[in-house]
């Protein structure tokens, strides 16, 4: 299985809006709307951000926004503020009964 | 307060084995997959496997790049999950992540700290 497809960095200035794109495939996430987000700061744990495609946990902003279209995924932050600044990566339920991870996106607060 | 500790890491040579343990509390650990997700120093996310909940007879899901080296068990009575790491690679070195299931089973709502896991003669 592998690796979903992610930009290595993308960047904004504050209050801009940044969409990061998560491709994968006919397995897994254009046949499941079981895809998630994690965001994952430097030096620490990933933390969920959404879920199944663009749902969002109790807690997580509003600025963050999911989406699926076909084989793709993409999760945007609105209003993009300092704290947003950390790694974000994608992951996908599979047609194996297994998971996987996109490569992970680097986002920059300019 | 959900809380989930990694333990056993540590440093083995290539084709030695190690187990990991990952200590649940604050929750009802029996009701909840659990999954173990690894990352290489410096590189990305890459899922290992799960442990689905007591519904669901505690079966299990191994990535391609693990099965049939790697084993993961739990004791509910100790809410704790396990990794059984056998015939490991220099490419298995990574810090590993324990992370709960939510109700759907098809995210991770909360994660440990990790334990690195260094391979290396």
């Known amino acids: 299985q592998s690796a979903l497809t992610q930009p290595p960095s993308v960047s904004g200035s504050p209050g801009q809006s940044v969409t990061i794109s998560c491709t994968g495939t006919s397995s897994d996430v254009g046949s499941y709307n079981r895809v998630s987000w994690y965001q994952q700061p430097p030096g620490t744990a990933p933390k969920l951000m959404i879920y199944d495609v663009s749902n969002r946990p109790s807690g997580v902003p509003d600025r963050f926004s999911g989406s699926k279209s076909g084989n793709t995924a993409s999760l945007t932050i609105s209003g993009l503020q300092a704290e947003d600044e950390a790694d974000y990566y994608c992951s996908s339920y599979t047609s194996s009964s297994t998971f996987v991870f996109g490569t992970g996106t680097k986002v920059t607060v300019l | 307060e959900v809380q989930l500790v990694e333990s056993g890491g540590g440093l083995v040579q290539p084709g030695g084995s190690l187990r990991l343990s990952c200590a649940a509390s604050g929750f009802t650990f029996s009701d909840h997959y659990v999954d173990w997700v690894r990352q290489a120093p410096g590189k990305g996310l890459e899922w290992v496997g799960r442990?689905?909940?007591?519904?669901?007879?505690?079966?299990?899901e191994y990535a391609a790049s693990v099965k049939g080296r790697f084993t993961i068990s739990r004791d509910d009575s100790k809410n704790s999950l396990y990794l059984q790491m056998n015939s490991l690679k220099t490419e298995d070195t990574a810090v590993y992540y324990c992370?709960?299931?939510?109700?759907?089973?098809?995210?991770?709502?909360?994660w440990g700290q990790g334990t690195l896991v260094t391979v290396s003669s």
């Open positions: 442990s689905r909940n007591k519904a669901n007879i505690y079966t299990t």
């Open positions: 992370a709960r299931g939510t109700p759907s089973g098809y995210s991770l709502d909360h």
